[in-house]
């Protein structure tokens, strides 16, 4: 099927600004930070444009300071033999030193309990009546005692602000006061083994300790879980933190309310277990991602809080980022341009929300790498044993753009996933959502970026797009250059698929992926004569694709 779809641009229809809100990325693995395939990835990051904000996982857990799936460690606070606390930040400030010194910036998350602080008396699961030794303190503690309230608040209280006093110092803090500090992760699912009332005593305690160092710090939460309906736990906990921080009792003070900075939840589009089988049609839903968005920012508002930036701080396809092809045959979707082609067409209809509500709301997407994995293992990454992914081309395609919005107009599909069944996976019997955005950079050059995509992996339509551009700020002589992601450009995954799926490439294989590892041009650059300030061009989209037009005058 070839059906052609018409998407006009007039250069001449300020739209306003595109704020350059995806620079946010994140993963569970602290200490992947400081490996060398971490280091690597964040370097190429840091190279795209503004800084990106990092957000990880375990940043004040115990342990030996080496990443594992699901887990990590700073050791940033022990006790003596006599119970004084002891305080190490030199592991978190080895990670803060890597994230600056490659352009980007902490969002730092404010977790989890470390070992000698966390309350450990009557565990989740030790209905047997375990006990708690010297041999099997550990081990319990890394089942069921980091998400755990501290066995002492002030303990706690004293931990945050030495933390808060030592960042201060040694980074400065104009510096600190570009960060972000989010309170802890999901508390209301088991990352969080206390209840409600401990969470907002814990936020409370570390509100004071943070802005009693630095008042000027973002300090914010309370990363709860995507609300899937109005009356959910997700919901109903993110509203009732939302109304102790605006009129409860705070449990530091005795006051009434808590400062809170910014707000934060999670959106996911499909949640996979683990299984052999590969449902084809079992896809991650942008309906089920954007409903969360939307019941989300709902409440954010209705507790009025509206104003405050809003970061989605894991807004993503699925739930288990760790989970890869050999743990549901599903996830080869993170390997290929499906992913970038969901990504771009979640990023957008997150920021028509935004618009529609009047919220600045940020997503944050929670991937990574993994050291020592399989190649194209499936993990939610975006990259793979130093090889990059279809999905790491279209943040290269946002850092191209410019900020000022021009209108962009398209007929067909726009908003698609908004108004689709959340529960069809496939959209079966609809067009594909074929949107995106015209911006201009400096009046020197536009940019059109857009994406096709359809919630299914059977559907390879092609789609012929006529692209109408008018009144663009010069005349004359151009250069258009168009850049693609889709099965055969941007995609090392097609050239590892052409060399038989090799889990452990050799070297010559090695080389011959990764020279498709690069952002790709659809064809040669051309020249061109815009007469009158206009431009027609006419090209092929597949769906599971996004393309970038870059004009520039010559």
């Given amino acids: 099927m070839n059906k052609t779809v018409t998407v006009k641009v007039d250069a001449a229809i300020n739209k306003g600004v595109l704020a350059h809100n995806w620079n946010y990325i994140g993963y569970d693995e602290c200490n992947y930070t400081h490996s060398p395939g971490g280091m690597e990835l964040l370097k190429k990051f840091g190279r795209l444009e503004k800084p990106y904000y990092v957000r990880a996982h375990h940043m004040l857990c115990t342990g030996n300071c080496h990443g594992q799936y699901k887990w990590g460690s700073t050791n940033a606070y022990t006790e003596d033999e006599a119970g004084n606390p002891v305080y190490d930040f030199t592991v978190i400030d080895k990670m803060c030193d890597i994230w600056l010194g ?41 089942r069921a005692g980091w998400n755990r309230p501290p066995k002492d608040y002030d303990k706690w209280y004293g931990l945050i602000r030495a933390l808060t006093e030592h960042l201060l110092g040694r980074y400065g803090q104009a510096e600190l006061e570009t960060w972000y500090f989010e309170m802890w992760n999901e508390p209301d699912i088991f990352y969080w083994q206390g209840t409600h009332e401990q969470y907002c005593k814990l936020y409370d305690f570390t509100e004071s300790a943070i802005h009693g160092v630095c008042p000027g710090l973002r300090f914010g939460g309370p990363a709860t879980c995507g609300p899937l309906e109005k009356d959910s736990a997700p919901a109903n906990f993110l509203r009732d933190f939302l109304l102790h921080v605006k009129s409860g009792k705070n449990y530091k003070t005795g006051g009434t309310g808590t400062r809170l900075d910014f707000t934060s939840f999670h959106t996911k589009g499909g949640g ?97 790498m993994f050291e020592g994995e399989r190649c194209f293992e499936g993990t939610r990454t975006f990259s793979t044993q130093g090889i990059n992914k279809a999905v790491f081309y279209l943040f290269k395609m946002y850092a191209k753009l410019g900020d000022r919005l021009v209108e962009f107009k398209t ?77 055969n450009h941007s995609n090392a995954y097609a050239e590892w698929v052409c060399l038989g799926r090799p889990d452990w490439p050799d070297s010559v294989q090695y080389q011959a992926i990764k020279a498709k590892s690069e952002l790709e041009l659809a064809g040669p650059v051309q020249n061109t004569e815009a007469e009158d300030g206009k431009i027609n061009l006419s090209f092929e989209m597949a769906v599971k694709s996004v393309t970038l037009i870059v004009i520039e005058q010559e």
């Fill in 272 to 368: 996979y277990t683990f299984t052999t089988k590969k449902d084809l049609e079992k896809t991650p839903s942008v309906k089920r991602l954007l409903d969360q968005v939307s019941i989300g920012a709902a409440i954010i508002k209705e507790c009025g809080y509206s104003g405050l930036e809003c970061i989605l701080s894991e807004a993503d396809p699925d739930g288990w980022a760790a989970g890869g092809r050999f743990d549901n045959p599903a996830f080869d979707f993170r390997n290929t341009e499906y992913y970038a082609s969901y990504t771009a067409c979640a990023y957008k209809n997150i920021a028509g929300i935004a618009a529609e509500m009047n919220m600045d709301i940020r997503p944050l997407a929670w991937a990574f």
């Fill in 411 to 487: 007929a067909t599909g726009a908003g698609a996933h908004r108004d689709a069944d959340t529960n069809a996976g496939a959209n079966a019997g609809t067009d594909a959502e074929i949107n995106g955005w015209a911006v201009l950079n400096n009046n020197s050059a536009l940019g059109v970026l857009i994406y096709c995509h359809q919630d299914t992996w059977a559907d390879d339509d092609l789609y012929r797009i006529e692209l109408n551009v008018k009144n663009l700020p010069f005349k004359g002589n151009c250069r258009v250059s168009r850049f693609l992601i889709d099965k």
């Fill in 102 to 142: 490659s352009n980007c910036k902490p969002f730092f998350e404010i977790g989890f309990m470390p070992l000698d602080l966390a309350d450990m008396t009557n565990l989740n699961g030790n209905a047997d009546g375990t006990q708690i030794t010297q041999w099997n303190r550990y081990s319990e503690y890394k």
